[in-house]
Structure formats: C-alpha cells, structure tokens
C-alpha cells in the first residue's frame, strides 16, 4: 500500500478512536461516576449533555432516582425527628 493509503486508514481510525470515546467511554463513565456518588449518600446528579442518544435516557433515568432517593432521605429525616419529638 502506498503512504496516501496509510494516511487515511490512520485518519479513520482515530476518527473511529475518538467517536467511540466520546459518544460511548466518556458518557459511560460519567454514568458510573455518578452511580458511586448515589452510593456514598450524594444525590446530587452531574451529568454532561450528551448530543446522542445512546446514554441519554439512562442519564435521565438516574437524575430521577436521585431525585427520589433525595426526597425519601428528607422524609425520612423528617420522620426521624417526629418520632423523637412525639418520644420525648
């Protein structure tokens, strides 16, 4: 094969490199990161837009949970107290 010929495929490959880590790796690690926060206690979701949607609907998915397991925590909280202030 001749240089041109190794040009492009060198070209296309990092073309495929840098597609699959953007659309796919990155979003995918931002997901995981996000998942150890709501397992340490943080329900506060951070989480990029992402212009596909391979991710995106499990990146909705999870802000919503944190916003449920946030709300169950302050009930919770809330609950906690009412019980200790019927108690005493």
Known sequence: MNPLTWALLGLLSLAAILFLYFEVLH???LLRRALEHLIHGDYRIVLLKTRTGLFRQT???????????QQLDRQVADEGFSLRAILS
């Open 27 to 29: 979003p995918l690690l």
């Open 59 to 69: 990146a909705r998915h999870l802000v919503r949970l944190a916003e449920m397991l």
